[in-house]
């Protein structure tokens, strides 16, 4: 089955593109939400990396009073751990799949494309980055967290089995509390997989140095691809 490719905000380096990161933004939120961030971090032109910012589809959204906006998945609940979209998620892995597709037809190996994800963006990007059949550079998870987690073992992919994972969150994070992070952290780390893990003293957004860290990572993890 053909998926339609979600509208993108793209961002490419002066030279031809080397590597590529798609960044996945959070519920009700669009691509725009993380361009300004791009530059800050440095990375376009210095390792030549193309930058993907797609947008989520519109639908109604539970937890919303069924206001339609932009979103990965729909939430019915407070605690959306309980009763999962799961159709919704694997719609969006789906999608991300496609534009990875597309970035290898566009010349990018599977191995030089990072999924990065804020909110629900991450727990795409996280659920997406392990399951899929190629590897992948590494998975940036932005205050979020393991979505379909029971289906993980049974479903995850031995290429991505090493992947590099940098997890971050705030201590005072309201909406994707810590406690649910770190448990998706440490049920990853019994699974086998090494998680590079930072909290901030912060709510459900982003801190400066927590953009130093994001930036120091990514360096390191596509300057060797």
Known sequence: MTVELPECIEINPACAPRASILWLHGLGADGNDFAPLIPQLGIVDTLGVRVVLPHAPHQPVGINNGMVMRAWYDITATDFRVTEDAAGIRASEALLGALMER?????????????????????????????????????????????LAASLAAERAAANAGIPILQAHGTHDPLVPLVWAMQSRDYLEELGYRIDWREYPMQHAMCPQEVEDIRNWIVNVLGTV
């Open 103 to 147: 970035e290898m037809e566009r010349g990018i190996p599977a191995e030089h494309i990072l999924l990065a994800g804020f909110s629900q963006g991450g727990a795409i990007a996280l659920h997406t980055g392990l399951r899929y059949p190629q590897r992948l550079a590494g998975i940036l998870v932005l205050s979020a967290y393991l979505p």
